[in-house]
């Protein structure tokens, strides 16, 4: 959270300076068509009002839980497939050091999962599986971490949006009773520029609902994948210890 109030703090300032340089820049008449047209499109989504900060503090904060989870989720939920054939024939003989460190050099989910198999061995399978499955769950619980607030801020940047338009179209009206002047310009403009809050709303609102069900998927397919590992690696262990049974 220390880093993510950093980033924050920092595009508050750069959002500043910004909006400063543009009022700066709108003051003073610009010749070539093309940058007036750009100035224009920027000024544009100045209009937005007051709102627009809240809102672009959520598109940033989206932003980096999107990229830091993505990155976090593809990285710890890389599948090795020849994980277990690489432990197997140390795994019957009984070397439980080289295991370890094949688990250990693994780093991601999938391999903390194994690791926890490996520990257990010895205790009754039913055991097994049921610590074996409370690691996969602390690893999707890691994953799911901060996932929450992409939820929320699908439902907050709309709203923030709605807001800023319906107090747009109050401080029309109120101007309307107190000038006794209705005129479809003032009208017409006033609303455009405050419609500019309710379409950032939703944009970034459609991001974070996009990003929250995009993780989640990646999530999804890692607790199936690792349904099967633990399958595998119960046969895995299973199976020696019943050819030794039958030999007896």
């Known amino acids: 959270m220390k880093k993510h109030l950093k980033y924050l703090i920092s595009f508050v300032m750069i959002m500043v300076a910004t909006i400063t340089i543009a009022q700066i820049a709108s003051a003073k008449p610009l010749e070539?068509?093309?940058?007036?047209?750009?100035?224009?499109?920027?000024s544009f989504i100045i209009k937005g009002g007051f709102f627009l900060i809240p809102i672009a503090l959520l598109l940033f904060y989206t932003l980096i839980v999107i990229v830091e989870k993505f990155r976090y989720i593809r990285r710890v939920g890389k599948y090795n497939k020849n994980l277990l054939s690489e432990i197997k024939l140390n795994l019957q003989a009984g070397n439980m050091t080289p295991v370890l460190d094949t688990l250990e050099?693994?780093?991601?989910?999938?391999?903390?999962?194994?690791?926890?198999?490996?520990?257990?061995?010895?205790?009754?399978?039913?055991?097994?599986?049921s610590n074996m499955e409370k690691m996969?769950?602390?690893?999707?619980?890691?994953?799911?971490?901060?996932?929450?607030?992409?939820?929320?801020?699908?439902g907050i940047a709309p709203t923030l949006g709605f807001i800023g338009t319906i107090s747009?179209?109050?401080?029309?009206?109120?101007?309307?009773?107190?000038?006794?002047?209705?005129?479809i310009g003032n009208i017409s403009g006033g609303l455009y520029e405050k419609m500019i809050s309710s379409g950032s709303g939703l944009i970034v609102g459609i991001i974070a609902f996009a990003g929250y069900h995009l993780l989640n998927g990646m999530i999804?397919?890692?607790?199936?994948?690792?349904?099967?590992?633990?399958?595998?690696?119960?046969?895995?262990?299973?199976?020696?210890?019943?050819g030794n049974q039958e030999k007896k």
């Open 32 to 42: 070539p068509a093309k940058l007036t047209e750009e100035m224009s499109a920027f």
């Open 105 to 129: 050099r693994d780093q991601t989910a999938f391999g903390s999962v194994v690791q926890e198999g490996v520990l257990t061995i010895g205790r009754p399978i039913s055991e097994v599986e």
């Open 136 to 154: 996969a769950n602390i690893e999707i619980g890691k994953m799911e971490k901060s996932l929450g607030h992409l939820g929320l801020i699908a």
């Open 168 to 183: 747009g179209v109050i401080k029309i009206f109120y101007s309307i009773s107190v000038t006794e002047n209705v005129s």
């Open 220 to 242: 999804d397919n890692y607790s199936l994948t690792i349904q099967k590992v633990n399958l595998e690696f119960v046969n895995l262990i299973q199976r020696p210890s019943n």
